[in-house]
Structures are given as structure tokens and as C-alpha cells.
């Protein structure tokens, strides 16, 4: 079935640091592909989206480009900040389905000054 | 727009009660999710409801049940409390036919 992997964490930088988190899945087809963002003590909000092949997700200086070749979806900034400190979780809906998301098991990232 | 709205926020139950948790979906979205997140792990899937039917079911048992009313909000009902039931929920709302999924806050559940 399909499935998420991410890298293990936590994953401790310090500031202005390069993040790279890797994320590789395996699906049906060529679903949409998510990163979500939890921080401390909070839900899921969506960091960024890549609906096709080669689509450049971004948001907030976050990016991540869908690999088809390498069935990749790794998240990458270029100078992380302290207020980045949180869990990433990469994403994709099964079969494309509508609103069900199949997870991976999320990496904790921790930015010091 | 208030985007998803769950209550309450935090709960306590003990061994074998049951509890009930209410999630409203962002304006304009018909479809809403259940997940439950154990500490330190991604969100699993628990069931998913549209036009007021369980549309898709994750791999829960039958203690975890749910409803959706005209209005769109839901709530997820779970009975008989395991101790492994403690947790984050999460719900989600959707539009239909599209994956990109809201969440809302959550509800902290702490079986004692």
C-alpha cells in the first residue's frame, strides 16, 4: 500500500543554518504530496504542496520539489530561524483520494541561537 | 473564516467511560476527517464523513464511531476508554474530491 518515509530526528541546527529533511513515499499513481508543520502543543498546519512531477512547493521560505524519478518530496530552507523549531510531517492522500491523508512519522527540528 | 474549531481542548476520562469530541470544518468544506496522533507518531487515520455518511474507515475498532450533521460539523464518539486511547485527535475538513486537508487544534484525551 502506499506509504511515507521520513528521516529520523530530532534534528537539532543552529540559526542560519541549511535544513534539508528528506522524505521518499511510495503510492499508486502520482498523488499530491504535502509537508505539514505541528508546533509545540498545537494541530497541523499545511506548510506547502506539490500537485505533479516536478512541481516547486514553497511557503515561508520552506521548499520542496516533487521527484517523480526518485519518488522524493525532501523539504529544504535555506536559513532556518529559532521560530522554525518544530515537528514536519510529509504527506500524501492514498489512491488521491480526497481529505484522507497517509502520514510519515514526522521530524522534530530544534533551531539554537 | 474561523478555519476548524475543535472542543474541548483538553479532556480526562477514566478506564471505560466513554467520551465524545466535536469538530467544526472550515467554511465552505463538506468533508471532515478523524486522527488520532500518539505521542511522538505521525497521524493515523481514523474515518472520514461526507453528506453525513462514513465515506472512508481507517484501522480502528468499532469502539470509535462517529457522526456528521447537516451543517457539516462532527463529532467522534469512543467508547468503552482503553488506556491506549490517550492521545491528540485531530480533525480535518476537506472539499470533496480534492486532498488538501485543514486541521484544527486538537483535542487532548487522557485516559486514567
Known amino acids: 500500500g502506499d506509504s511515507v518515509t521520513q528521516m529520523e530526528g530530532p534534528v537539532t541546527l543552529s540559526e542560519e543554518a541549511f535544513l534539508t529533511i528528506n522524505c521518499t513515499y511510495t503510492?499508486?499513481?502520482?498523488?499530491?504530496l504535502f509537508w505539514y508543520v505541528q508546533y509545540p502543543g498545537e494541530g497541523l498546519q499545511l506548510l506547502l504542496k506539490a500537485t505533479k512531477a516536478d512541481d516547486k512547493g514553497s511557503n515561508k521560505g520552506f521548499e520542496a520539489t516533487y521527484r517523480k524519478e526518485t519518488t522524493s518530496f525532501h523539504l529544504e530552507k535555506g536559513s532556518v530561524q529559532v521560530s522554525d523549531s518544530a515537528v514536519y510531517f510529509c504527506a500524501l492522500p492514498p489512491n488521491n483520494q480526497g481529505g484522507k491523508l497517509i502520514f510519515g512519522q514526522g521530524t522534530e527540528l530544534s533551531v539554537k541561537p | 473564516d474561523a478555519g476548524v474549531t475543535q472542543s474541548p481542548t483538553h479532556l480526562i476520562k477514566t478506564r471505560g467511560q466513554q467520551v465524545t469530541l466535536r469538530c467544526s470544518p472550515k467554511?465552505?468544506?463538506?468533508?471532515v476527517s478523524w486522527y488520532q496522533q500518539a505521542l511522538g507518531q505521525g497521524p493515523q487515520f481514523i474515518f472520514q464523513y461526507y453528506e453525513e455518511e462514513e465515506r472512508q474507515r481507517g484501522n480502528f475498532p468499532d469502539r470509535f464511531s462517529g457522526h456528521q450533521f447537516p451543517n457539516y460539523s462532527s463529532e467522534l464518539n469512543v467508547n468503552a476508554l482503553l488506556l491506549g486511547d490517550s492521545a491528540l485527535y485531530l480533525c480535518a475538513s476537506s472539499l470533496s474530491g480534492l486532498s488538501e486537508a485543514f486541521f484544527g487544534q486538537g483535542t487532548r484525551l487522557t485516559v486514567v
Open positions: 467554511s465552505g468544506h463538506d468533508t
Open positions: 503510492a499508486t499513481g502520482y498523488p499530491s
